[in-house]
């Protein structure tokens, strides 16, 4: 879908310069563990709480601070079977989840520790994008990471990767034999407030999922997903056209702007195709101007918050609902720009405008 904003008169811009945090190179992220998930039903896999995989963030000296952080993972590889299935296919990534299990904090970091209840992670089970895209796992925590005094601290995170069940296991199965193994790795990254990467894991962490043959349990209904920008929302606007909604702002709704279908829990993301908006002449202005935000429609599951993110070039939760439906939701979508915004300079009565993709992950 698209978005523009019309902009007329002359506005004033401050060029905000981004740079890594002050604890770039001061944190160390490192992966543990090697996971093999065994899965032998239709049902999928519910693996133990209890794991040897974990994630280390190590901080060698004091005084190091990293506010806002946050933690993302990608599956660097498409996944190949180690041999020849029925179908050819690759393990779709997305059925393979993460999820955190507990933590444990080493050294004396200042209170309030970065337990994954204080930085809001996700405790459920996260599914993974296509290889090379990102997943968000922690998003950006109230909590920083510190060492204080300490010239050693180390937070450690344990995981645990879940198989999702389903139907698509048959396509998989070994065409000889009984198992068939299929391998990949993931990189963690961590990031700092202006999702400048601060550290990485320098050997990817491996795993692999073994299919066995033949799968328990009868066939299962696989659940029914989509998402679709309805109406007016396709090729929304934003209009500036008078005094007032330079120093007021503006804002649009469209009404069931936005439909999807899940069975089962989900959450959906947005992010703009790049970190500018651009006109045809090639001027631009910096996507964040842009707010937002998901209300309930028509017909929707109310609960949870709506809260209003500012657009990025990558993806941010717009709402995480906890429970399916078996029909149709819709939910409006409000765009906003804020009154008197100081990033915009010099503009032209012309349309500015961006691309913006819309996700829905099941949970």
Same mark, same amino acid.
């Given at each position: 879908?698209?978005?523009?904003?019309?902009?007329?008169? %002359?506005?004033?811009?401050?060029?905000?310069?981004?740079?890594?945090?002050?604890?770039?190179?001061?944190?160390?992220? =490192?992966?543990?563990?090697?996971?093999?998930?065994?899965?032998?039903?239709?049902?999928?896999?519910?693996?133990?709480?209890?794991?040897?995989?974990?994630?280390?963030?190590?901080?060698? %000296?004091?005084?190091?601070?990293?506010?806002?952080?946050?933690?993302?993972?990608?599956?660097?590889?498409?996944?190949?079977?180690?041999?020849?299935?029925?179908?050819? =296919?690759?393990?779709?990534?997305?059925?393979?989840?993460?999820?955190?299990?507990?933590?444990?904090?080493?050294?004396?970091?200042?209170?309030?520790?970065?337990?994954?209840?204080?930085?809001?992670?996700?405790?459920?089970?996260?599914?993974?994008?296509?290889?090379?895209?990102?997943?968000?796992?922690?998003?950006?925590?109230?909590?920083?990471?510190?060492?204080?005094?300490?010239?050693?601290?180390?937070?450690?995170?344990?995981?645990?990767?879940?198989?999702?069940?389903?139907?698509?296991?048959?396509?998989?199965?070994?065409?000889?034999?009984?198992?068939?193994?299929?391998?990949?790795?993931?990189?963690?990254?961590?990031?700092?407030?202006?999702?400048?990467?601060?550290?990485?894991?320098?050997?990817?962490?491996?795993?692999?999922?073994?299919?066995?043959?033949?799968?328990?349990?009868?066939?299962?209904?696989?659940?029914?997903?989509?998402?679709?920008?309805?109406?007016?929302?396709?090729?929304?606007?934003?209009?500036?056209?008078?005094?007032?909604?330079?120093?007021?702002? !503006?804002?649009?709704?469209?009404?069931?702007?936005?439909?999807?279908?899940?069975?089962?829990?989900?959450?959906?993301?947005?992010?703009?195709?790049?970190?500018?908006?651009?006109?045809?002449?090639?001027?631009?202005?910096? !996507?964040?101007?842009?707010?937002?935000?998901?209300?309930?429609?028509?017909?929707?599951?109310?609960?949870?918050?709506?809260?209003?993110?500012?657009?990025?070039?990558?993806?941010?939760?717009?709402?995480?609902?906890?429970?399916?439906?078996?029909?149709?939701?819709?939910?409006?979508?409000?765009?906003?720009?804020?009154?008197?915004?100081?990033?915009?300079?010099?503009?032209?009565?012309?349309?500015?405008?961006?691309?913006?993709?819309?996700?829905?992950?099941?949970?």
């Amino acid at each position: 879908m698209g978005i523009d904003v019309r902009l007329a008169g %002359r506005w004033l811009m401050a060029v905000a310069v981004l740079h890594a945090g002050a604890a770039s190179g001061q944190v160390a992220l =490192q992966a543990y563990g090697n996971i093999v998930s065994v899965v032998d039903t239709r049902q999928g896999l519910k693996s133990p709480e209890r794991t040897n995989s974990q994630l280390w963030f190590v901080m060698n %000296r004091p005084d190091i601070v990293l506010q806002r952080w946050t933690l993302k993972a990608r599956i660097n590889n498409v996944i190949l079977p180690n041999g020849a299935n029925v179908s050819g =296919q690759p393990f779709p990534p997305e059925k393979i989840q993460f999820r955190f299990t507990e933590e444990r904090i080493d050294g004396s970091p200042p209170q309030p520790w970065p337990t994954l209840a204080a930085v809001n992670a996700n405790m459920g089970s996260i599914p993974f994008a296509a290889p090379g895209a990102e997943i968000t796992l922690i998003p950006t925590s109230s909590i920083p990471l510190r060492s204080g005094s300490s010239w050693w601290v180390g937070i450690l995170y344990n995981f645990t990767i879940d198989i999702a069940g389903g139907n698509y296991l048959d396509a998989l199965l070994p065409q000889h034999g009984s198992v068939l193994e299929y391998p990949y790795t993931v990189s963690f990254t961590l990031y700092d407030e202006n999702q400048v990467p601060v550290a990485t894991n320098q050997h990817p962490f491996t795993a692999t999922v073994q299919v066995h043959k033949p799968l328990r349990g009868d066939p299962v209904a696989d659940p029914e997903y989509g998402i679709a920008v309805m109406g007016g929302a396709v090729d929304a606007a934003l209009a500036f056209n008078t005094a007032g909604s330079y120093e007021q702002g !503006v804002s649009a709704i469209y009404r069931d702007g936005l439909k999807v279908n899940s069975s089962t829990a989900y959450s959906i993301s947005v992010r703009s195709m790049g970190d500018e908006l651009s006109t045809a002449g090639g001027h631009t202005l910096p !996507v964040s101007m842009l707010r937002v935000r998901l209300q309930p429609g028509s017909r929707s599951a109310g609960s949870g918050g709506f809260p209003t993110v500012p657009l990025a070039a990558y993806s941010q939760t717009l709402l995480s609902a906890g429970v399916g439906d078996a029909g149709s939701q819709f939910f409006d979508i409000e765009y906003s720009v804020q009154g008197n915004d100081s990033r915009l300079y010099a503009t032209k009565s012309t349309p500015y405008s961006t691309m913006l993709v819309y996700q829905l992950v099941p949970r």
